[in-house]
């Protein structure tokens, strides 16, 4: 379904209005009992706001139709004066999933009472909303059985009362990246083969000017890639891989790239360690690192980028079988380090520990890795936060803030040496992990940091890469988390720039 949005400066009046099928109507709290510049009705919704209570339209929208001859449906909600990202977008989220349950097609957005600066955030995130509602995400049931009505061709989206145009082309390629980021998670694990998945990027290479690389398991054998090998012996179909995608602004610059690096396990057993059905139920998703790396480059090649990019996605399945690896191997990765085996369920450091280390000999400005890592990440944020660590002190403060002004929340946890003496071999340079859950987040950061050397380095543990219900503006358990964040990490906190400086 095309998705059209239109700014008008005029205000919502009566005739527009019946024209509309419903309303999503923000008013500011130090305005709710003042006036409403004139919006039709007015005095009908404010009578409905006292019947329904103190808190109505506070914690959840109101949601009443109007009596006009179109018998307008109105979502109404009370915005606070200090909303943060994530409130904000939470808060859209639910009038979106309240017009489109309705059947509405033709939506008027007003906000009476807010000024320009205080309508453009409101602007953007709902159009984030409708565009991630709009996403067509896999669905494989019969029309029979699922039930769903024909979607309308175009939604139109109307902002009434924007007396400053709001430039929506960021927001759009947000959209389309996170929305490429659920569709390959949502994938079932046959249709996603490391094959497959080659197959699809490859055709996304060809579509947006991308220079594609496969290194096979002959060339990460010529590469010495024991760690990421020792997980792909198990597969009985030799089609894993590390993928590396490149992209070059128009303008040509000879300046370092960003690196992006993906976890992309396509189906996790937890090998020879092997999951309970509880666990392994939703494996397919332990590739949605990879997925989130290549949806932010494709947002940032949508907005053409003024700066290289290169992208590292680790493709891979961990199985069971009598080739699997198994705990006390050791094996050797790409940048000669040994490595104890301890547990075959920590196989996405070992994917990642050959990708960071390829990926840090070309010296980049920056690497960011994301990846479906650990349990204890969730056991500590839950799924409504991601993890963070970095080799770099200044750029904390910046991760902070970058989770609060995009609304995916982001905290960092500490990357202390101290934390490497769990991880001490007697046999190998060092353990791949401990027995242990106790911080093994942070023992999996201190770990991969054996392999980026001295390059800045943000890792992104996606503890909220499925939430349930949703996440912020997201609506599928699936959230995609990260396009949004790294692109304000990138372009509004500009920390390539800061790094440089």
């Not at 790409?334 to 301890?342: A, L, P």
């Amino acid at each position: 379904m095309t998705v059209r949005i239109t700014q008008q400066a005029a205000p919502l009046k009566s005739a527009a209005l019946e024209r509309l099928d419903s309303v999503m109507l923000f008013i500011p709290e130090k305005k709710l009992a003042g006036d409403w510049s004139g919006f039709p009705a007015t005095q009908v919704l404010k009578n409905r706001l006292t019947r329904a209570g103190e808190r109505a339209a506070h914690d959840k929208p109101l949601v009443t139709d109007l009596p006009n001859r179109a018998g307008t449906r109105v979502s109404l909600s009370v915005l606070p004066q200090h909303a943060s990202g994530f409130a904000l977008l939470d808060l859209v989220r639910q009038h979106v999933q309240q017009q489109l349950a309705f059947g509405a097609c033709h939506i008027g957005v007003a906000a009476p009472g807010l000024v320009a600066a205080e309508f453009e955030p409101l602007i953007e995130a709902l159009t984030a909303a409708i565009l991630a509602a709009n996403a067509q995400m896999p669905d494989y049931r019969s029309a029979k059985s699922s039930r769903k009505k024909p979607s309308p061709r175009t939604l139109q989206l109307q902002f009434f009362g924007v007396t400053r145009q709001v430039d929506l082309a960021r927001t759009r390629a947000e959209a389309e990246g996170n929305a490429l980021a659920r569709t390959l998670t949502i994938t079932p694990p046959n249709e996603l083969t490391p094959a497959l998945y080659r197959r699809r990027i490859a055709a996304l290479a060809r579509e947006h000017g991308w220079r594609m690389r496969f290194l096979d398991s002959r060339a990460l054998k010529r590469k010495h890639a024991g760690a990421f090998l020792a997980v792909a012996q198990g597969s009985a179909s030799d089609d894993a891989g590390i993928i590396e995608l490149s992209y070059q602004p128009a303008k040509r610059t000879r300046a370092p790239a960003l690196c992006l690096v993906g976890k992309g396990i396509c189906f996790d057993t937890g090998g020879v360690n092997v999951k309970p059905a509880r666990y392994m139920q939703g494996m397919h998703e332990d590739m949605e690192g990879s997925a989130v790396a290549l949806g932010t480059l494709l947002a940032l090649t949508r907005l053409r980028a003024p700066f290289p990019i290169k992208c590292w996605l680790a493709l891979a399945q961990n199985h069971i079988g009598p080739r699997a690896y198994k705990p006390t191997d050791v094996v050797t990765a790409s940048n000669g380090t040994t490595i104890e085996v301890v547990h075959t369920d920590a196989e996405g450091r070992m994917v990642l520990a050959d990708t960071l280390a390829l990926a840090s000999r070309e010296e980049p400005a920056l690497i960011i890795d994301y990846a479906t890592l650990t349990g204890s990440c969730v056991a500590a944020l839950g799924t409504a936060y991601s993890g963070a660590i970095t080799n770099r002190d200044a750029l904390r403060e910046e991760i902070i803030a970058a989770g609060r002004a995009s609304g995916e929340r982001v905290w960092p946890f500490p990357f202390d040496p101290d934390y490497d003496k769990a991880l001490e071999s007697r046999i190998a340079d060092i353990k791949q992990c401990t027995l242990d859950s106790e911080a093994d987040h942070i023992l999996a950061a201190r770990f991969l940091s054996r392999f980026v050397g001295e390059t800045p380095w943000v890792h992104i543990d996606l503890s909220a890469g499925n939430h349930k219900g949703g996440l912020a503006h997201i609506p599928t358990d699936v959230t995609g988390f990260g396009v949004r964040f790294t692109l304000n990490l990138l372009l509004d906190r500009k920390v390539m720039d800061k790094l440089a400086a």
